[in-house]
Structures are given as C-alpha cells and as structure tokens.
C-alpha cells in the first residue's frame, strides 16, 4: 500500500496594516484649528471598538487642506494616544513628486507605521511617469507604502500592469483599491503577493471573498465595530453570516457616501450628532446642514439597534 505524505496548506501572511483600517477623520475646533485633543479621543475610540489600523490625512482627513506641519502634529497625537497597538498610515500623497517625498520623511519622523500615497492627480501623468513617481517616494524612507488608486478623483488610474511591476518594490506592499475594476483587481492579486485593501465600504466582503486583505473605511469612523464583524465572520467560516452584516451596512454606507456630499462631510456630520470629536470641514468643503445629519443619525441608530 502506497503512503501519500500529508501536504499543509501554508499560512496566508497576516496583512501588513491589520485588516480593519479606518480612514479617519481630522478633527478641527470650531474655529477651525487642529483639535489634536479630539484626535486623540477618536482615535483611541476607533481602536477600542474594532479598528486595527488607523489611516490619517487621507482624504476623508482633507488632507487637501491641512497643512504640512498639521500632518506631523497629527501622526505625533494619534500616536501618543494609540501607542503601538495599531499601525499608523500617514497620506502623503500629492500632486508634486518632491512635496510627496517630504511629507513621507516627515511622517516616518512623526512616527507612521506607513505611508499611504495617491496617484497623482490633476496632472494626468502617463504609467511610466506614475511609476516613477511611486517608486521615488518608497525610495525616500524605510517605511512600506500602501497606494492609492482611486480615478475617480485624481483622474488617473493606476493600471493593474503597473502595479504589478511596481509590487517587485521592497517596500511597496498593498493598495488601497477604489477603481471599481474587480477583473483587475484580481489579475494583479494572481500574479503579486501586494495586500488588496477596499476603500469602497459596498465592497468589504467581495473583496475579501477573492483574497482582499480587508478595508480601509470612511463610515467606520462612526460604526466601526459593525465593519469589523464582516470581517470576522467570513474569516470564522460563516459566510452567510458574513453576508448578512454586509448587507445591514449598506443603508449607512449609501446614506454617507452615495447622497451627493463627499465622506468628510457626512463621517463629520454624523459623528458631530453622536457627540463625538469631529467639528467642521474646511473650505472649499461645507458642513452639512442639520437635516441631513438628523438624517445620517436615524439611518445609523437603525444599524446599532439591530
């Protein structure tokens, strides 16, 4: 009788930033100033209910309108405040390949954990160029690099054939994927070892189901324990349970983020009624009005009820 020796699945490598991100919001005053307080508050909230990772001065944290100096004070509060339970993403990307390099060597100086660095935008580089620029920013520090392709806003995508070179970098491990291009998506997880994480809350579960690493939220600012258990239940093997606490989401995700006013806006207004550290957005960006976050609130205690 022939003995076929046992063969072991080998372990799937535990993602590099955690599993459950949340792209938090950056609070300000009323006046308007960095309220590194309320930082601190709501990023030790965000961990104690679910978030291991946490991503600052993203978009959701209008990294457009902060300044170099309130991104490194901002890493610095989070930081004291979380110390090293859970990684640190710092958003440095921009539009100028030399500003993006020093915002990288200030965060890593700060105290990221990583960097998360957009595509550049508004000037429509070719590949190469897109390439390029990525790679000079991985270059400048020995922190790991998430990227961020999301063409809706930079007007530039980039392609899965450029990731895929640009996964041979040592320290660019993961993407931040808002194309809405699952075909790619899975073309550049067959041939890369680069951690997939979703920024479109609509698809946390679909993109785990194919190998996604997990998420990086804007409505988990204000449910973040309710993102988390999606994850939890795929990974224990409940799939159908998994799928029903995607779907409980959804009406909180479309309200937030499909109603015509950018994430900021709508993870500030919600927060704000929820007595949380949040305050108003800059300009060009404008506070919702109080009907739409009475709106946001019956929406989210319909979730938390259930």
Not at 10 to 35: I, K, Q, S, Y
Not at 111 to 118: E, Y
């Amino acid at each position: 009788m022939t003995h076929t020796p046992r063969t072991t699945t080998p372990a799937t490598p535990a993602p590099p930033f955690g599993r459950a991100l949340c792209a938090m919001v950056t609070p300000f005053t009323e006046a308007g100033g960095l309220d590194l307080d309320g930082a601190a508050l709501l990023a030790e909230r965000l961990v104690r209910e679910g978030c291991d990772g946490l991503v600052l001065s993203g978009t959701t944290g209008e990294s457009p309108t902060t300044t170099d100096a309130e991104k490194s004070a901002l890493v610095r509060s989070v930081r004291e405040a979380v110390g090293d339970r859970v990684p640190i993403l710092a958003g440095v990307g921009t539009a100028d390949t030399r500003h993006s390099v020093e915002l990288a060597q200030e965060a890593e100086k700060a105290g990221a954990d990583g960097l998360l660095v957009v595509a550049p935008y508004y000037s429509r580089p070719p590949q190469d160029a897109v390439e390029a620029h990525f790679r000079e920013v991985a270059d400048a520090t020995g922190l790991p690099l998430a990227l961020y392709d999301i063409p809706g806003r930079t007007g530039t995508r980039i392609e899965p054939d450029t990731l895929i070179r640009l996964a041979g970098h040592p320290r660019i491990v993961a993407v931040k994927d808002c194309a809405y291009d699952l075909l790619g998506t899975q073309k550049v997880l067959a041939q890369t070892e680069l951690a997939y994480y979703t920024g479109c809350d609509e698809y946390v579960l679909a993109l785990r189901a194919i190998g996604g690493a997990g998420y990086v939220s804007t409505v988990a600012n204000a449910a973040p324990g309710a993102f988390r258990a999606i994850l939890d239940a795929f990974d224990s093997g409940d799939t159908a349970e998994a799928a029903r606490r995607q779907r409980r989401v959804i009406p909180l995700v479309e309200s937030m983020m499909s109603a015509g006013l950018p994430g900021a806006v709508t993870a500030k207004a919600l927060l704000g009624r929820l007595g949380l550290p949040a305050g108003p957005v800059r300009a060009p960006l404008r506070s919702a009005g109080p009907e739409v976050a009475d709106g946001l609130l019956a929406v989210y205690e319909e979730l938390v009820s259930g």
